[in-house]
């Protein structure tokens, strides 16, 4: 009888086993299906933070915000974090991403007359390289940047004009953000500029923005690095001198600020993403869209503060 117990305590032991293997090698299976691009998640299966008393009864202007823990894949807060808004210029991040996925960060890019919308510093004629431009369009929010990036590098993939090239590097915006898993941004065009009264040039959700911002930073932080300074000078190919100022004016004020991107347009309000180190590489991402010119910068130092808070509990 006792023996028959041991044996018994034996085939149990090893059932619970083979149990436990099988569901630790689901879990992996699981996880590296939810990553892509050499590990990045794409934030499949995001954890929601719950009860967090450091963001209770904040003061912000936003119509939606997100406070997302990069490492643990976790939402610290939300509100209205899945409602598709008006993206206006932080549509850029996705032009800048999609460039780098095309074309070589040495391509020469030139800046046709065609391509200056709204003459904020760059000059017809001009050269730049395509990575320094994409910096400069990213810290100064520059339309002719994006413009000048999207009808060149569509033009070469097609061989035609500047126009058809510019509305095929739309469509590859569109792809791209289908293929690192984000499906809650759309985009129009590749500025982020209101293409009429009630249609903007991007749409998607604070989940979404985080999703491609994230993404965008680890895959090319040499690029998106440059948009923690408060300005920095560039030089395009003919030696020509740029003096960049960031449009997000509280990036000094941001403690271990690693990227930001701003967004402003009569159909968005305002809108600021931002990724920052809150210690010991513990980095944060947060977006609010639907603010105000000058909420955007307020709401954004408020969750950090909250955030922060947060994190000594």
């Known amino acids: 009888m006792e023996q028959n117990n041991k044996k018994s305590l034996m085939t149990n032991i090893l059932t619970m086993c083979s149990i436990g293997y099988m569901v630790f090698l689901l879990f992996f299976v699981a996880s590296a ?7 990045i998640p794409i934030m499949a299966n995001v954890k929601v933070e719950k009860n967090n008393n450091a963001f209770n009864n904040l003061n912000i202007e936003a119509k939606s915000v997100i406070v997302y823990d990069i490492n643990s894949n976790k939402i610290l807060y939300g509100k209205n974090e899945n409602e598709r808004m008006p993206l206006a210029s932080l549509t850029k991040i996705m032009t800048a991403v999609t460039a780098l996925k095309l074309a070589p960060k040495d391509l020469e890019v030139p800046i046709m007359s065609s391509f200056i919308i709204d003459n904020n510093g760059l000059k017809a004629n001009d050269k730049w390289k395509l990575g320094t431009l994409l910096s400069y369009t990213l810290i100064v929010s520059s339309n002719d940047g994006a413009r000048s ?15 058809n090239g510019n509305k095929w ?4 915006m569109n792809k791209q953000a289908r293929a690192i898993g984000d499906s809650d941004v759309y985009f129009y065009n590749e500025t982020g500029l209101d293409i009429d009264k009630t249609t903007n040039g991007g749409m998607g959700s604070a989940l979404g923005v985080v999703k491609m ?4 930073f680890k895959q090319y932080p040499e690029i998106f690095e440059i948009t923690n300074k408060s300005s920095i000078s560039l030089n395009s190919i003919s030696g020509a001198r740029f003096d960049a100022k960031n449009t997000d004016k509280i990036a000094s004020l941001i403690p271990g600020l690693l990227a930001s991107k701003t967004g402003l347009e009569d159909t968005a309000g305002g809108n600021l993403a931002v990724i920052f180190d809150s ?5 944060i991402a947060i977006v609010v869209l639907g603010s105000t010119a000058e909420g955007r910068f307020k709401d954004v130092l408020t969750l950090a503060s909250s955030t922060l808070s947060y994190l000594k509990q």
């Not at 299906?33 to 590990?39: A, E, M, P």
């Open 149 to 163: 990036v999207a009808s060149v590098i569509g033009a070469k993939a097609l061989g035609g004009s500047y126009e």
């Open 169 to 172: 590097f739309v469509d590859q």
């Open 213 to 216: 911002f994230v993404y965008a």
């Open 33 to 39: 299906l939810n990553s892509k691009d050499g590990g």
């Open 279 to 283: 210690g010991l590489n513990k980095p």
